[in-house]
């Protein structure tokens, strides 16, 4: 694992600064997320009859991530923002940081910003 664990402070201290990737299910990112945040949905990619990391990849670039700059990715509860970490480290990327508290540690304090 070459990518790097980042924690709430971190991502408050870049956001607007740094690209953020939700890789949680679509349906949850459109209820809400953490602001400025782009949608490139793990389980879409785990169930499309292609290369699982091809999709994936191709979902995070087609959110306008550029993989070659720092990103911060995050998910429900940091299994899936582990996995995607993964993912992309397996495709030649490694500039993607992994928010391993994710969504349940974000909504864990209400004075973090949150976009519906």
Request: net charge negative; with cysteine; aromatic share 10%.
């Amino acid at each position: 694992m070459n990518y790097e664990i980042v924690d709430a402070q971190y991502v408050l201290d870049h956001l607007g600064k740094m690209p953020i990737v939700d890789v949680r299910p679509r349906d949850m990112y459109l209820e809400s997320r953490i602001p400025g945040a782009v949608s490139a949905s793990l389980m879409e990619a785990k169930d499309a009859p292609e290369d699982t990391t091809e999709f994936f990849v191709r979902e995070v670039l087609d959110a306008g991530i550029d993989t070659t700059k720092p990103f911060i990715v995050y998910c429900y509860d940091g299994g899936l923002a582990r996995e995607a970490c993964d993912l992309l480290e397996n495709a030649g990327n490694s500039c993607q940081k992994c928010y391993e508290g994710s969504w349940v540690d974000w909504i864990s304090d209400p004075s973090r910003p949150v976009e519906k």
